[in-house]
């Protein structure tokens, strides 16, 4: 089963000397994989990646490590043109 999240993300982030919180919608696809769930967003820059046991727990670990991210590179790695704006999962079959 492989799924996607939709939410907004609270992060923290430093403009011109005061603190500054923002909501970012950010698209999320969780894969299930016989020994766990793994997570990334997309449409940010950079390498984020979560995992866990659950579903549940994968997001919350990539929704940590998006938070940190932007922290550790700024809100910029959010500022993808063009935003996406719908992720689909397809199956396709063939000879590789």
């Given at each position: 089963?492989?799924?996607?999240?939709?939410?907004?993300?609270?992060?923290?982030?430093?403009?011109?000397g005061e603190e500054v919180s923002a909501m970012r919608h950010i698209k999320i696809i969780v894969e299930k994989h016989p020994d766990g769930y793994v997570a990334y967003p997309l449409g940010v820059q950079g390498v984020v990646v979560g995992?866990?046991?659950?579903?549940?727990?994968?997001?919350?670990?990539v929704k940590s490590a998006i938070k940190f991210h932007v922290e550790s590179f700024g809100a910029d790695v959010l500022e993808t043109q063009p935003p996406v704006l719908e992720a689909f999962v397809a199956e396709a079959a063939g000879e590789v």
């Open positions: 089963m492989t799924g996607a999240w939709e939410g907004e993300i609270d992060y923290q982030h430093a403009k011109l995992e866990g046991d659950t579903y549940e727990a994968a997001v919350a670990d």
